[in-house]
């Protein structure tokens, strides 16, 4: 495996930290404030250089620009044009090292918790969903036949342009995995959802974003998943961490405290010969820090990634 780190493109105390606990790949976030364009290759050589400045090489691009994929998603008046400022991008990361797009397809809603706050293992903080929260509210419309069409149209535009620049689509699912949030319905909400957008157009570029929580959440075997996707070559991206509960009601834990056997999920990877990226996602605030990024705390992250490792190292799953 390749041990990468969600990084931000400001260099910050968790650079450094990322470095310090042995990681030297990168997951990265673009600039949002206006002054990088995804379509010039000049923009990315510099952004790149950033990074591996201070030791780390970028692998993997997450998530899609939002002014991008929003537009793709609702399929607007400005999809088409947004579509084409995707293929610009596959065409600029050429060359960047950066092949690995994470995307989502949740519409108006992205990744969405009721709480914040929860208290876990020791009072540190970590998120939940309860469904009974939101039932009632409102924020959107979207039918699933929209997002299908939508979808659809977005990989049959793309897909042909990943190809060629060697660019791969790696699809996040929806999260929490409900078949519909505050009046918005989602798609990539199991197994089988996910196996039909792969098959869309059945590229070599357009596979998964193995997010274990997520999986889980649904109720599905995470081995089953890895085994499932591993097989057909479209395991390009794992998420590591894990909940308990379901999707309509759970809250995350720290990585060794779901309901997950994570040990059993490496060995899964192992034997299907994954020697991707993967990143610790979504990590408890631990006494002492601010709860202004929940998920997105330092030490908990810092946890997370010497407990992979460990993890790694015990069942001599090499990593890098």
């Known amino acids: 495996m390749i041990l990468a780190d969600y990084l931000l493109p400001t260099p910050s105390l968790q650079w450094d930290y990322a470095r310090q606990v042995g990681v030297e790949h990168a997951v990265i976030r673009l600039p949002e404030d206006g002054s990088f364009d995804e379509g010039d290759p ?3 050589k510099s952004l790149i250089s950033r990074y591996t400045q201070k030791g780390l090489i970028p692998l993997v691009v997450e998530p899609m620009p939002n002014h991008l994929h ?3 998603k609702l399929g607007d008046e400005k999809r088409d044009e947004s579509i084409e400022k995707v ?10 090292g950066v092949h690995t797009i994470c995307t989502n397809f949740m519409a108006c809603i992205g990744w969405f918790r009721t709480d914040n706050a929860i208290e876990e293992r020791g009072g540190a903080l970590v998120t939940g969903f309860d469904a009974e929260k939101v039932k009632r509210e409102i924020r959107g419309s979207m039918t699933v036949q929209a997002l299908w069409e939508n979808l659809t149209v ?15 689509i790696a699809l996040h699912p929806d999260d929490p995995p409900v078949p519909a949030l505050m009046g918005v319905s989602r798609i990539l909400t199991s197994p089988e959802n996910i196996q039909r957008a ?11 974003t ?14 089953s998943v890895i085994k499932q996707f591993a097989r057909q070559d479209k395991l390009f991206f794992v998420h590591f961490r894990d909940v308990r509960g379901n999707r309509e009601h759970f809250h995350e834990t720290f990585h060794d405290n779901g309901q997950t056997d994570m040990r059993e999920t490496l060995r899964c990877y192992q034997e299907m010969g994954y020697h991707g990226p993967v990143r610790v996602d979504h990590v408890p605030t631990m006494a002492g820090e601010e709860n202004a990024l929940p998920g997105y705390a330092s030490v908990g992250r810092l946890f997370a990634i010497g407990y992979l490792k460990g993890l790694l190292e015990g069942i001599r799953y090499s990593y890098r």
């Open 42 to 44: 000049t923009h990315w």
């Open 87 to 96: 293929i610009n991008m596959m065409r600029a990361m050429q060359g960047s």
């Open 198 to 208: 792969v098959d869309i157009t059945n590229s070599p570029a357009v596979g998964i």
């Open 210 to 223: 193995l997010c274990q929580g997520t999986y889980s959440a649904m109720g599905a075997s995470v081995c």
């Open 70 to 72: 929003d537009h793709i």
């Open 154 to 168: 977005f990989l049959q535009g793309v897909t042909p342009y990943a190809q060629r620049y060697g660019i791969r």
